[in-house]
Antibody, heavy 121, light 112 residues
Framework: EVQLVESGGGLVQPGGSLRLSCAAS????????MHWVRQAPGKGLEYVSA????????FYANSVKGRFTISRDNSKNTLYLQMGSLRAEDMAVYYC??????????????WGQGTLVTVSS | DVVMTQSPLSLPVTLGQPASISCRSS???????????LNWFQQRPGQSPRRLIY???NRDSGVPDRFSGSGSGTDFTLKISRVEAEDVGVYYC?????????FGQGTKLEIK
């Protein structure tokens, strides 16, 4: 069974940093692209970042470019999102989602339960 | 960025009746390989999103056959043939052709 479990959310002050993790199991992690998607309280969904299966390709929404860094450790089956210079508008539930297997293009066939990031002083 | 526009944003439906949601993109979603990466997601209250449809019309495993997707180019539709109580939630279209991938605003389906 495919499982994605996010962790690392919490309360952080504006300008602060936080690292989110997503532990994957039930599939060959190293073969799949992975994505981060967020949802502000009571709002819609927004794609934040994506990374290719081998980590060689990374993509960011304009709203987080230069402040967030996506990475992965295929030996640990774990996806990361390093978040810096956090702003009030970054407050959201952050979901990791599975992308496509190598050579294919797919978005979000499996999602985690999400982790809440609260940005407040 | 590609703008995805859904309508309606609110959809009251009687149990057993059909429902339809439209999603229009600001540019063609046909990828260079000829595929069209238009997805539909359901988000039930308090839950993570769940993908229902990928590449316009392909149902994900376990998705009831009352859900169907259609369309091409810039104009897409999600149809529910007979709405059931468990279908209550917000439905989003997502384009995965152009980065950044973008969602529609969401359509809230409720039972009348």
């Amino acid at each position: 069974e495919v499982q994605l479990v996010e962790s690392g959310g919490g309360l952080v002050q504006p300008g602060g940093s936080l690292r989110l993790s997503c532990a994957a199991s039930g599939f060959t992690f190293r073969s799949y692209a992975m994505h981060w998607v967020r949802q502000a309280p009571g709002k819609g969904l927004e794609y934040v970042s994506a990374i290719s299966s081998n980590g060689g390709g990374t993509f960011y929404a304009n709203s987080v470019k230069g402040r967030f860094t996506i990475s992965r450790d295929n030996s640990k089956n774990t996806l990361y999102l390093q978040m810096g210079s956090l702003r009030a508008e970054d407050m959201a539930v952050y979901y990791c989602a599975r992308g496509g297997i190598v050579g294919t293009r797919s978005q979000g066939d499996y999602w985690g339960q999400g982790t809440l990031v609260t940005v407040s002083s | 960025d590609v703008v995805m526009t859904q309508s309606p944003l609110s959809l009251p439906v009687t149990l057993g009746q059909p429902a339809s949601i439209s999603c229009r993109s600001s540019q063609s979603l046909v990828y260079s390989d000829g595929n069209t990466f238009l997805n539909w997601f359901q988000q039930r209250p308090g839950q993570s999103p769940r993908r229902l449809i990928y590449e316009v019309s392909n149902r994900d495993s376990g998705v009831p056959d009352r859900f169907s997707g259609s369309g091409s180019g810039t104009d897409f539709t999600l149809k529910i043939s007979r709405v059931e109580a468990e279908d209550v939630g917000v439905y989003y279209c997502l384009q995965g052709t152009h980065w950044p991938y973008t969602f529609g605003q969401g359509t809230k389906l409720e039972i009348k």
